[in-house]
């Protein structure tokens, strides 16, 4: 396994043009949101965490950005239909990237579901390679382990990875230029520069932090 990802990471920094973008994205709205719905959901065993609705608001902003939804396939870009996101994984040695496919048709209980079920059969190492093998765009979340920015390197043919920190309560001005304390996620999007151009990374970007800014709208 090490060899495996040694050789793709190697090739992959060495071979991909990357760029990064970085926004730091309010969460209370979300929080507020995600205790709502678990209390909801309670009663048919179902707990959303936020990688639930990082994936879901990844997957509608490449739906909304149809652009950015693609990959480099040696010579030419191929724009995909589905947003078929992967999710890293850490297992014992490395690490699996399970992908969440037509996660844009899927509700958060549906992804949260499908994606602790993936998580435990890879660190069970029982994936099938369809299960870890496409998709046009990653998540890579360390903000559980405390990690408040890092950079993620593009896992080709993935066009980009969203690299994800914790949240963290800061002080923050106000709408009506008031101080006052968020609680606040830092984000950095590492991207291949043949397949998305700073605007239309910038623009895929701003639809991830808008749909996780205002929540409700990701189930209408």
Same mark, same amino acid.
């Given at each position: 396994?090490r060899?495996?990802i040694?050789?793709r990471?190697t090739?992959?920094k060495q071979?991909v043009?990357?760029?990064?973008?970085?926004?730091?994205?309010?969460?209370?709205?979300?929080?507020?949101?995600r205790?709502?719905?678990n209390k909801?959901?309670e009663?048919?065993?179902?707990?959303?965490?936020?990688?639930d609705f990082?994936i879901?608001?990844?997957?509608?902003?490449?739906?909304?950005?149809?652009a950015?939804?693609?990959v480099?396939a040696?010579?030419?870009?191929?724009?995909?239909?589905?947003?078929?996101v992967?999710?890293?994984v850490a297992?014992e +040695?490395?690490?699996?990237?399970? @992908?969440?496919? *037509?996660? /844009?048709?899927?509700?958060?209980s549906?992804? #949260?579901t499908? $994606?602790?079920?993936?998580a435990?059969?890879?660190?069970?190492?029982?994936?099938?390679?369809?299960?870890y093998?496409?998709?046009?765009f990653?998540?890579?979340?360390?903000?559980m382990?405390g990690?408040?920015n890092?950079?993620?390197?593009v896992n080709?043919p993935?066009?980009?990875i969203l690299?994800v920190g914790? +949240?963290?309560?800061?002080?923050? @001005?106000?709408? *009506?230029? /008031?101080l006052t304390?968020?609680t606040?996620m #830092?984000?950095? $999007?590492?991207v291949?520069?043949r397949?998305?151009d700073?605007?239309?990374?910038?623009?895929?970007?701003k639809h991830?932090?808008d749909?996780?800014?205002n929540?409700?709208?990701?189930?209408?």
């Amino acid at each position: 396994m090490r060899k495996t990802i040694a050789a793709r990471l190697t090739e992959a920094k060495q071979t991909v043009p990357h760029f990064y973008l970085r926004r730091e994205i309010k969460l209370d709205a979300l929080m507020a949101f995600r205790a709502q719905l678990n209390k909801q959901l309670e009663a048919r065993g179902v707990k959303l965490s936020v990688n639930d609705f990082i994936i879901k608001a990844t997957a509608l902003a490449l739906q909304a950005v149809p652009a950015a939804n693609a990959v480099w396939a040696g010579d030419r870009v191929l724009q995909m239909s589905a947003s078929d996101v992967a999710v890293a994984v850490a297992i014992e +040695g490395g690490l699996f990237t399970p @992908v969440l496919q *037509d996660a /844009e048709q899927k509700s958060l209980s549906a992804l #949260s579901t499908e $994606m602790k079920d993936l998580a435990a059969r890879a660190r069970d190492r029982k994936l099938a390679p369809h299960e870890y093998q496409g998709g046009s765009f990653a998540i890579s979340n360390l903000g559980m382990m405390g990690i408040d920015n890092f950079d993620a390197i593009v896992n080709p043919p993935h066009a980009g990875i969203l690299a994800v920190g914790a +949240g963290v309560k800061k002080p923050v @001005v106000g709408a *009506d230029g /008031e101080l006052t304390v968020a609680t606040v996620m #830092s984000v950095t $999007m590492s991207v291949d520069h043949r397949v998305i151009d700073g605007a239309l990374g910038a623009e895929l970007l701003k639809h991830i932090v808008d749909h996780l800014e205002n929540p409700m709208a990701m189930l209408a």
